[in-house]
């Protein structure tokens, strides 16, 4: 297959107990692998095959929904757990923290709005906070789209984000979206998002 199922870089109860091991299993071997295996079904046989997964979002849209949903859903998740990890949360520290000072006043104002992005998305989706042409923006987006796609309302790269999917905390928060936005703060990996904004 020309894409495959990451392994996590932590177990799957180690972000406990802010998001639940049995939550985490279901997301990625699940979730996670099934927008993969479709991404990959998708792509068979096609010249995508031998695109990366950067260049095959930027032209998501003429692609058809199987590829826009499978293939944002493979690379969000990876995104997803890369910018978390046990003993994260806090802030972060260098360029980072000055870009989000310059774009929003204040790492707590910052918080705020994306926190607010994340609650606010109707439905199922992502919020993201993104490294454009001119500076950070909070943006979020519907089903499995992102912030890379030609289609996206907000294009740039992707520094941080968070899934609200139901999938990813409703085992543990049911309808209680805003509490797993709060608890998402405490795993943050500022490192990773900071590399991410670096690059």
Sequence with gaps: MAFSLPDLKYDYNALEPYIDGR????????????????????????????????????????????ILNNGGGFYNHNLFWEVMTPNGGGQPQGDLMQAINDAFGSFEEFRSKFSDAAATRFG??????????????VTSTPNQDNPLMDIAEVKGTPVLVID??????????????????????????WTEAGNRFGS
């Excluded at 199922?124 to 923006?137: E, F, H």
């Excluded at 609200?164 to 990996?189: D, T």
């Design 164 to 189: 609200v999917w139901e999938h990813a905390y409703y085992l543990k928060y049911q309808h209680r979206r805003p509490e797993y936005i709060e608890a998402f703060w405490n795993v943050v990996n």
């Design 23 to 66: 939550t985490m299993e279901i997301h990625h071997s699940k979730h996670h692998r099934g927008y993969t295996n479709k991404f990959n079904a998708a792509i068979e046989g096609s010249a995508l095959a031998d695109q990366s997964i950067e260049e095959i979002l930027a032209g998501a849209g003429s692609h058809g929904a199987a």
């Design 124 to 137: 199922s989706g992502w919020a993201w906070l993104v490294k454009t042409g001119s500076g950070l923006v």
